[in-house]
């Protein structure tokens, strides 16, 4: 198999239209609709102007293939697996003193392949990161034993336990 005849019918089947769905034919234009709706035009205009030029779908069809394209844009700039930053490991003791989990070097995710380890960028969490109101970002930084125990720690909280001996300070 000739890999640059194959390459260059794909890509050329990938450019026909007519065989492309809408949603497809819409997400290789996003870029040029949303620049449009944020000049102001209306989206009856914009679906207009598609429908004119071959996409045609009805508005609620164009909203929701909007939406959904939005969200698929919004997800993938959160990944859970951003490229990590070439930094070297904590050495400082405020940094072992940080409950933040650790950031992975490329050499260390290229030597290690297993799915389970994740990538997450360094993240401060604050002093009471227990109880604090956490950021999103802070949020799924947190490891599944550091968001057990915070888990705990809120629910001990809001719900006391009335028969649990708290330790008794004596002087």
């Given at each position: 198999?000739?890999?640059?005849?194959?390459?260059a019918?794909?890509?050329m089947?990938a450019?026909?239209?007519?065989?492309?769905?809408k949603?497809a034919?819409?997400?290789s234009?996003?870029?040029?609709?949303?620049?449009?709706?944020s000049?102001?035009?209306?989206?009856q205009?914009v679906?207009d102007?598609l429908?004119?030029?071959?996409?045609?779908?009805?508005?609620?069809?164009?909203?929701?293939?909007l939406?959904?394209?939005r969200?698929?844009?919004?997800?993938c700039?959160?990944?859970p697996?951003?490229?990590?930053?070439?930094?070297a490991p904590?050495?400082s003791?405020?940094q072992?003193?940080?409950p933040?989990?650790?950031?992975?070097s490329?050499?260390?995710?290229?030597?290690?392949?297993d799915?389970?380890?994740f990538?997450?960028?360094?993240?401060?969490l604050?002093?009471?990161w227990?109880?604090?109101?956490?950021?999103?970002?802070?949020?799924?930084?947190?490891t599944?034993?550091?968001?057990?125990?915070?888990?705990q720690?809120?629910?001990?909280?809001y719900?006391?336990?009335?028969?649990?001996?708290s330790?008794?300070?004596?002087?």
């Open positions: 198999m000739d890999n640059s005849v194959a390459a019918r794909l890509q089947l450019n026909v239209s007519e065989k492309r769905p949603a034919q819409l997400r234009i996003i870029d040029d609709v949303e620049l449009a709706l000049a102001g035009i209306s989206r205009h679906r102007e429908a004119s030029l071959g996409l045609d779908m009805t508005l609620n069809v164009f909203a929701l293939t939406k959904r394209i969200r698929e844009r919004r997800h700039a959160q990944s697996f951003p490229v990590p930053p070439e930094i904590a050495t003791p405020e072992r003193e940080n933040a989990p650790a950031v992975v490329k050499q260390a995710r290229s030597e290690k392949s799915a389970s380890v990538i997450t960028e360094s993240i401060g604050p002093d009471d227990m109880t604090a109101e956490l950021t999103p970002a802070q949020i799924r930084s947190l599944p034993t550091q968001r057990r125990a915070r888990t720690a809120k629910t001990a909280q719900f006391p336990n009335r028969f649990q001996t330790p008794v300070v004596e002087s």
